[in-house]
């Protein structure tokens, strides 16, 4: 095989690494180079360049993989051995020049780094934390660091990746032990929880030793997060819903992704032969969003699915969940708890914390909830003000189809 150049691996190995979602940068401590003599990089500060993802993700860190050869075979993998796609490899120190490079530009704000499988998980592994040991200790890069680990690893390399790295993640891959099992048989579904745990304990050790010594070393300041893919088996929303949750009680997860399974060459024949609607991995970000800032317990928004399921495509979940539980509303705004307030379509967190401000020194009338949301139609149906009653509107047979966002077909050539 002839040999690559960097610009030829970086092509094979940055398209490769665009199925992974899970790349966000938020969460972690901030540390900045201003001032100091010899160090680069900042989690903070304006002059990141965003690239785009062709499905609308928006992409601030260097998200490369180290190499997309790979010893496994799953299914639902564009990287797996079987899989007839060009491969190419970087050497810790060549990913080490490419994030530099690209951060004295400011294309980027860090990296984002995973791999598939070579030789084996610990030299993988090894290879990966080399990659950012060379970062923080050779050029004193302080610049944001996400590696994705391999559970297969041992649990110290793992560990040494966590002293370097602002997040560590460890993919689940699929909702339930079942596809797991048929899609990914090199994984096992304990092995990765296992390694979950091992983190978390990580994570409250260093914790715990930052209270008491000063200058403790930090470990993954950003937590720890993961990623499940959905339509790739016959796991249903409320599947991914109860997976989802019981990740973050078991682990304390800073973020679960949701990454909508997207066909891939040379499919193997057990996967689906068309991705699912993008609009459904949307809504499981809305329903996790219920859960962690909304009080929605996991079986009440398991509720809002409909017959199938599956959460409703043309709605969101909150609304949906509000539509079959009418009899809780409507709400007084000028009454109602703060949970309760959270219950209204419509309603965000904000927009909340100023109802309950607000109202300790007026009464407020509907013409104050429309100055606080976007969309008062959507509220109107479930709440009450001194001036508004919603009457028999809560309860109208044909209310879904009244709030439910309008379809339009865009023209191509409209000025």
């Not at 429309?370 to 149906?381: D, E, G, Q």
């Amino acid at each position: 095989m002839a040999s690559q150049t960097i610009l030829q691996k970086l092509e094979i190995l940055a398209d490769a690494a665009k199925y992974d979602a899970s790349c966000a940068s938020s969460g972690t401590a901030k540390k900045s180079s201003l001032g100091s003599a010899k160090g680069i990089g900042s989690t903070e500060g304006m002059g990141i360049c965003h690239a785009y993802a062709p499905d609308g993700r928006c992409i601030s860190l260097l998200k490369i993989l180290l190499t997309n050869h790979c010893v496994f075979d799953c299914h639902y993998c564009v990287n797996r051995k079987s899989s007839n796609v060009a491969r190419a490899r970087f050497t810790p120190q060549e990913v080490v020049d490419l994030t530099l490079a690209f951060y004295r530009r400011n294309y980027i704000e860090g990296l984002f780094l995973s791999s598939g499988i070579v030789k084996n998980s610990n030299h993988t592994m090894e290879q990966i934390v080399e990659v950012a040991r060379i970062l923080r200790e050779e050029h004193d890069f302080r610049g944001y660091i996400h590696l994705k680990t391999i559970p297969e690893a041992e649990a110290e390399i793992v560990h040494q990746a966590g002293l370097y790295a602002d997040r560590v993640s460890i993919n689940v891959e699929l909702p339930t032990d079942a596809g797991l099992t048929r899609l990914a048989p090199d994984k096992d579904a304990r092995q990765i929880e296992g390694a979950m745990g091992k983190v978390r304990s990580d994570l409250a050790e260093a914790k715990d030793a930052k209270k008491r010594f000063r200058h403790a070393p930090r470990f993954a300041p950003a937590g720890q997060s993961t990623q499940m893919i959905v339509g790739a088996d016959a796991a249903t929303d409320a599947d991914i819903v109860g997976k989802a949750s019981r990740l973050y009680d078991n682990f304390r997860l800073r973020r679960v992704y949701y990454s909508a399974f997207s066909p891939i060459p040379d499919a193997s024949a057990v996967l689906p032969l068309k991705r699912p609607p993008l609009i459904r991995e949307h809504r499981l970000y809305q329903s996790d969003w219920l859960m962690r800032f909304y009080g929605y317990k996991p079986a009440e928004v398991m509720q809002a699915t409909e017959a199938d399921g599956n959460l409703p495509l043309d709605i969101d979940p909150k609304l949906a969940w509000a539509l079959k539980f009418r009899d809780s509303f409507p709400v007084d705004v000028n009454r109602a708890t703060k949970e309760q307030l959270l219950r209204v379509p419509g309603l965000g967190v904000k927009a909340v914390h100023k109802i309950l401000a607000s109202r300790r020194h007026r009464t407020l009338r509907l013409d104050d909830v429309a100055r606080l949301t976007l969309s008062i139609t959507k509220v109107r149906p479930f709440i009450c003000t001194v001036d508004w009653r919603p009457l028999t509107l809560t309860d109208r047979a044909d209310l879904r189809s009244l709030l439910a966002p309008k379809t339009e077909q865009l023209e191509l050539f409209a000025a």
